[in-house]
C-alpha cells in the first residue's frame, strides 16, 4: 500500500486552475480514500484512457479497480489547457522501491510517476498538456511533502524504447540522473529488474502558480502505510 499526500480538506477531488507558460490549464486531483461516486469517476476515466483505439498503457477497468482496492496509488492526476479536448493524465505514487528495507517508512520513500497518457481529442490539436502534468506533479510532491525530487521508471525490455524515454525524460523533462549510471540512484529495485529509475532533483516550490494549501484546511489526519505494494504500468514510449 502506497503513502497518503497530506489532505486534511475533507474531501478526496479537488479542480481548479493554473497558469504554464502564458496559458492557462485545468486540473482535476483525486486524492484516496473515495467514496463510491468518486472511485466510479476515476474507474471511467483512467480505465478508459485511449490512444489510436487501444487502452493506454493496458491499464484498463480492472487494473484501476485494483489500484484503488490494494491502495496502490498516491493521487490520480488529470490536465487539460482550458477549453482544449488534449488530456494528459497520471498518477503518482509515494513508496519505497529502493532502500531494500523490510519496514516502509516514509523518509526513505519517493514520489514515482506512473501511467502517463495523453489523449488528444478530435479537434486534434496538441497542447503542452502533458509538461504542464509533470510541472503539477512536481509541484505537489515539494509542497505537499516537501520532498525535493521526483522519480519515475523506464521500461527497458525494448532497447530502442528505453533510449528514446530515457533521452526524452532527460532532454525534455529534466530526469537528469538514472539508477543505470549511478546505482546510487535506487540501490534496492524492488520494482523489478527491467525497469530503470530516473530522477529529477532539485524541485524548488512555487506558490506564485499553484498553491497546494488548500489540501492543508484542517488540522489532524496521518500519512497511512503498510507493507507490501502492487507494481504500477511503468513508462513506455506514447
Known amino acids: 500500500m ?23 490549464y485545468e486540473y482535476t486531483l483525486y486524492l484516496p480514500k473515495f467514496d463510491e461516486a468518486t472511485k466510479k469517476e476515476v474507474i471511467d476515466y483512467f480505465g478508459d484512457r485511449k490512444q489510436n483505439g487501444r487502452i493506454c498503457l493496458d491499464v484498463d477497468k480492472k487494473v484501476v479497480e485494483n489500484y484503488i482496492k490494494n491502495g496502490d496509488i498516491s493521487a490520480y492526476i488529470i490536465i487539460n489547457k482550458s477549453g482544449s479536448d488534449d488530456k494528459a493524465s497520471g498518477t503518482l505514487q509515494v513508496y519505497d522501491h529502493c532502500s531494500g528495507n523490510k519496514d516502509q517508512r516514509l523518509d526513505n520513500a519517493y514520489v514515482w510517476i506512473s501511467d502517463l497518457c495523453r489523449i488528444t481529442g478530435p479537434s486534434g490539436v496538441k497542447t503542452e498538456s502533458v509538461n504542464a502534468l509533470m510541472y503539477f506533479m512536481e509541484q505537489l510532491t515539494v509542497q505537499n511533502l516537501a520532498k525535493p ?13 528505453k533510449a528514446g524515454l530515457m533521452r526524452l525524460y532527460r532532454d525534455r523533462y529534466g530526469f ?29 516550490p512555487d506558490k ?12 489532524g489526519g496521518s500519512s497511512q502505510k503498510t507493507r507490501k505494494t502492487r507494481k504500477t504500468r511503468k513508462n513506455k514510449r506514447k
Not at 192 to 199: E, P, T
Not at 208 to 219: A, G, T, V, W
Request: with cysteine; glycine share 4%; net charge positive.
Open 149 to 161: 525530487e521526483i522519480y519515475l521508471f523506464v521500461d527497458t525490455t525494448e532497447a530502442a524504447n
Open 208 to 219: 506564485s502558480k499553484i498553491d497546494f494549501q488548500f489540501l492543508k484546511r484542517k488540522s
Open 2 to 24: 502506497a503513502y497518503k499526500f497530506k489532505n486534511y480538506a475533507g474531501r478526496h477531488k479537488f479542480t481548479g486552475n493554473f497558469p504554464f507558460n502564458s496559458e492557462t
Open 176 to 204: 537528469i540522473e538514472n539508477s543505470e549510471a549511478s546505482a546510487s540512484i535506487c540501490p534496492s529495485n524492488s520494482a523489478g529488474s527491467n525497469l530503470i529509475a530516473m530522477k529529477k532533483p532539485n524541485l524548488v
